[in-house]
């Protein structure tokens, strides 16, 4: 019998209501199905009866079981399982010069709108992260590290922060020298540094379609181009797909997020992601590896990052703290493999150094403010966020459409009836003073036009609600025209 | 009669001693002839008796007058200005690739070595920044405004920060309007910005000889070429060469210091600023305006910006806060006239934003901080410690060596007997805990063998008297072989 008051057990439920949750997934148990009761399900796990019972309290909380009274758990009937899921994107063979005129700093400036229900930028509620712990450690190294911000902190940058993501690495399936990590103005700079060391203007960055809005940008700013390869929902790049790209274009590098892609929700499973390295090793084409959605998994274990089937140096690995603890910090970090003294020069050149005193800020909360115990609360919140968002857009959108099921991270990306043009979708919902992101943005020919993304990063709420009635009754008008 | 104890008071002492100074300069007043008893300075200049005794203390100070017991104030007999200045500089006319191979890299992490004596990096001393009092301000803003290191400030970015230098520019003579400046991660991501904004990979841009090391790393860094324009000691770039150059080569931008070009030290005089702003506009080129030692100027009145004489949109000023309240910080703007979106957009992509708090600090120590009190006591301590530099080195250094004469700023410019090899003279200074900016860094052919910098940014102290003489040493030893 394990003993739940050891300090694992904090994990120990979690890995209980996974396990429902795979029997859930998987049909075992389908909709309408009494669950074992606590006692029962407490001696088959072989956990106490009060890890059970945290256990069934967490997937209620998920909306995958519902209490009845006097008679036990439920699976509860899931609209949005019935709905579809989208399929095997099929984007464009070429390799296109990334044209996004100004519609991401529209989107953007829209999305910050005060008043807004912001499903539109993928960006944490303020309310989940620890702002207020994390400013407190900021205040008080302002106080006592007068000396730290009279000067730059040259590249490699901040060492307790390096200290700290190396030490967290552990968890990566790939541990990271303090020595390789470079530390950068948000995981947005490191991939600039990434990009511009091995690649040249015009060179073609193989993506994910659809992708992150903000790849298309900088590759655009870049005087590169992107060519977008198929992706599935679930399984994230298509490597029968990346094979025969590699073989049309000369592909400089491949720009991914194998852990929760943005805005597809997907994990590239463990095979896949060695498949991918060696197909590229190959070839000696670089993977750029963005990973910051990488500690916000749904399933009780963190993802391993591709990189941890490098074996030639050539995957560069990238992350932040932007999406789990404070975005306008501007502190994130890659580890650029043979690229190192490249990107660190690069560095050099871009910004000269990252802002010294909140490198140490979140440095001290890595060793001493408990992240491992907030990551848990986010991940579970952002979870129960996703579903919440899902089972309204089941309720609330027209049939026909198709939605992701997001292994982590918080956004979720909807297939909409053909008819649908997201663009004046887009306009209409800030009408109605509701921000989404529209499909387009996601992939440089501007594919997707029928296709939203929702961000889930903010508490669900009465008025989420409201908005994601309205949508659908925009939706359903304009499905119908 | 002026009342001393006005709120100008402060400045007033300083307009008798930029008064007296200019009379010592233009040779009115000579080494060894003795000047006007307080009384007399104080009838002469219709200012108190205190006022005047400021003066001269100041001046005392700078090491321009001398006390005599019983007798009063004489010019001091200065060795330094025997020395002769540095000639316009005749840098090969060819654009060149920026080879600047590892040499800045390494140059920095020496200078950066603990116990070292700083003559190195262009860093202010930390004893001479209000590093306690803006941590301070950091501090009690992490405490009291929480939700906003919760977002992205994207892109113009803080708009109290740019209130505050929208303010200042008054005293730029181009005043800047809150909406037509960018906040960026210091000038180097200011000037990255604007030359992303305005060239393409293989473009030349024109530059300062020598110029800013920094200028030739990013220059390479983009893929861009370099193009030294010959450069005068006291008066910036020589206008004729760069007319000349602007015939030969097809220039994307200049990019320039006019207000104490590092490492000269020189100050571009109003007419010639005009001269260069219409000479660019007539064939449209823009000219990136690097200010970030605008603020540092000997003279009481601090030097318009070449942007005053623009009326096309096509200076792009850019400063920063790096030389004057604190590196660290990593907070700089840039106004970049006619080019303002595509510098928005491309500041998106390249770090999206900037840390919110250290830009909201420091607004606010512009605002109620008593900035302009600092720079008052940093301009003279600057101006006092490039005097003591150069008067140690007139010393130390052996005969036939040619002195700059900064007008601003806190860095000095040596050119040493031809025999000199400076690269080999900064590892055996480094040797002796001496750091030195060796002269190739400074050009992109790396010219500049025989010259070094070095920077006033520290106190003057027994440990810089003695690194001088050392270097003296070294420079004589060297000049013999």
Same mark, same amino acid.
């Given at each position: 019998?394990?003993?739940?008051?050891?300090?694992?057990?904090?994990?120990?439920?979690?890995?209980?209501?996974?396990?429902?949750?795979?029997?859930?997934?998987?049909?075992?148990?389908?909709?309408?199905?009494?669950?074992?009761?606590?006692?029962?399900?407490?001696?088959?796990?072989?956990?106490?009866?009060?890890?059970?019972?945290?256990?069934?309290?967490?997937?209620?909380?998920?909306?995958?079981?519902?209490?009845?009274?006097?008679?036990?758990?439920?699976?509860?009937?899931?609209?949005?399982?019935?709905?579809?899921?989208?399929?095997?994107?099929?984007?464009?063979?070429?390799?296109?010069?990334?044209?996004?005129?100004?519609?991401?700093?529209?989107?953007?400036?829209?999305?910050?709108?005060?008043?807004?229900?912001?499903?539109?930028?993928?960006?944490?509620?303020?309310?989940?992260?620890?702002?207020?712990?994390?400013?407190?450690?900021?205040?008080?190294?302002?106080?006592?590290?007068?000396?730290?911000?009279?000067?730059?902190?040259?590249?490699?940058?901040?060492?307790?922060?390096?200290?700290?993501?190396?030490?967290?690495?552990?968890?990566?399936?790939?541990?990271?020298?303090?020595?390789?990590?470079?530390?950068?103005?948000?995981?947005?700079?490191?991939?600039?540094?990434?990009?511009?060391?091995?690649?040249?203007?015009?060179?073609?960055?193989?993506?994910?379609?659809?992708?992150?809005?903000?790849?298309?940008?900088?590759?655009?700013?870049?005087?590169?181009?992107?060519?977008?390869?198929?992706?599935?929902?679930?399984?994230?790049?298509?490597?029968?797909?990346?094979?025969?790209?590699?073989?049309?274009?000369?592909?400089?590098?491949?720009?991914?997020?194998?852990?929760?892609?943005? *805005?597809? !929700?997907?994990?590239?499973?463990?095979?896949?992601?060695? &498949?991918? @390295?060696?197909? /590229? #090793?190959?070839? +000696?084409?670089?993977?750029?590896?963005?990973?910051?959605?990488?500690?916000?998994?749904?399933?009780?274990?963190?993802?391993?990052?591709?990189?941890?089937?490098?074996?030639?140096?050539?995957?560069?690995?990238?992350?932040?703290?932007?999406?789990?603890?404070?975005?306008?910090?501007?502190?994130?970090?890659?580890?650029?493999?043979?690229?190192?003294?490249?990107?660190?020069?690069?560095?050099?050149?871009?910004?000269?150094?990252?802002?010294?005193?909140?490198?140490?800020?979140?440095?001290?909360?890595?060793?001493?403010?408990?992240?491992?115990?907030?990551?848990?609360?986010?991940?579970?919140?952002?979870?129960?966020?996703?579903?919440?968002?899902?089972?309204?857009?089941?309720?609330?959108?027209?049939?026909?459409?198709?939605?992701?099921? *997001?292994? !982590?991270?918080?956004?979720?990306?909807?297939?909409?009836? &053909?008819? @649908?043009?997201? /663009? #004046?979708?887009? +306009?209409?919902?800030?009408?109605?003073?509701?921000?989404?992101?529209?499909?387009?943005?996601?992939?440089?020919?501007?594919?997707?036009?029928?296709?939203?993304?929702?961000?889930?990063?903010?508490?669900?709420?009465?008025?989420?609600?409201?908005?994601?009635?309205?949508?659908?009754?925009?939706?359903?008008?304009?499905?119908?025209?």
């Amino acid at each position: 019998m394990i003993h739940d008051d050891s300090p694992a057990a904090g994990l120990l439920y979690e890995k209980v209501a996974g396990k429902i949750t795979k029997l859930i997934r998987d049909g075992v148990l389908r909709p309408g199905d009494r669950i074992p009761s606590v006692r029962r399900a407490s001696r088959q796990h072989r956990v106490s009866v009060t890890t059970a019972v945290q256990a069934y309290l967490a997937l209620e909380n998920r909306g995958l079981i519902e209490a009845r009274p006097k008679s036990g758990f439920y699976v509860r009937f899931r609209r949005s399982e019935d709905i579809a899921e989208p399929r095997l994107s099929k984007p464009a063979v070429r390799a296109a010069a990334v044209g996004m005129v100004d519609l991401v700093t529209r989107f953007f400036e829209s999305a910050a709108r005060p008043g807004i229900v912001p499903l539109g930028a993928a960006l944490p509620g303020e309310e989940l992260l620890p702002t207020v712990k994390l400013n407190r450690l900021l205040a008080s190294i302002s106080r006592t590290s007068a000396g730290r911000s009279a000067s730059y902190d040259i590249p490699p940058g901040c060492a307790p922060l390096r200290r700290e993501i190396a030490r967290r690495s552990l968890d990566f399936g790939s541990p990271l020298g303090v020595d390789e990590i470079v530390t950068t103005c948000g995981a947005t700079e490191a991939l600039v540094l990434c990009l511009r060391a091995v690649a040249q203007p015009g060179d073609i960055i193989a993506v994910e379609s659809p992708t992150y809005y903000g790849f298309l940008k900088t590759i655009e700013g870049l005087g590169l181009k992107a060519v977008e390869i198929s992706t599935h929902p679930r399984d994230g790049m298509d490597l029968d797909a990346l094979a025969a790209a590699l073989r049309r274009h000369k592909i400089a590098a491949v720009l991914a997020m194998p852990s929760f892609n943005n *805005p597809l !929700g997907s994990l590239m499973p463990d095979e896949n992601r060695r &498949r991918l @390295v060696e197909l /590229l #090793a190959k070839k +000696e084409i670089p993977l750029i590896e963005d990973d910051v959605y990488g500690d916000l998994h749904f399933e009780p274990v963190r993802p391993r990052v591709a990189r941890a089937f490098d074996r030639h140096g050539l995957v560069m690995l990238c992350g932040s703290f932007s999406k789990t603890l404070a975005p306008g910090y501007r502190v994130g970090w890659c580890a650029p493999g043979r690229f190192l003294e490249r990107v660190k020069t690069l560095k050099f050149t871009n910004t000269i150094a990252t802002a010294t005193l909140p490198q140490l800020a979140i440095a001290e909360f890595l060793k001493n403010g408990g992240y491992d115990h907030h990551l848990r609360t986010l991940r579970r919140t952002y979870a129960e966020q996703v579903q919440r968002v899902s089972e309204a857009v089941a309720e609330s959108f027209p049939p026909g459409i198709a939605l992701s099921r *997001p292994r !982590g991270g918080f956004v979720l990306w909807i297939e909409l009836p &053909r008819a @649908v043009d997201t /663009l #004046a979708l887009h +306009e209409q919902a800030l009408r109605e003073n509701i921000s989404i992101a529209p499909g387009p943005l996601f992939s440089a020919k501007q594919q997707f036009r029928n296709c939203i993304r929702l961000s889930c990063g903010h508490p669900w709420s009465s008025r989420h609600e409201r908005a994601i009635s309205v949508l659908g009754y925009l939706v359903k008008k304009a499905a119908a025209r």
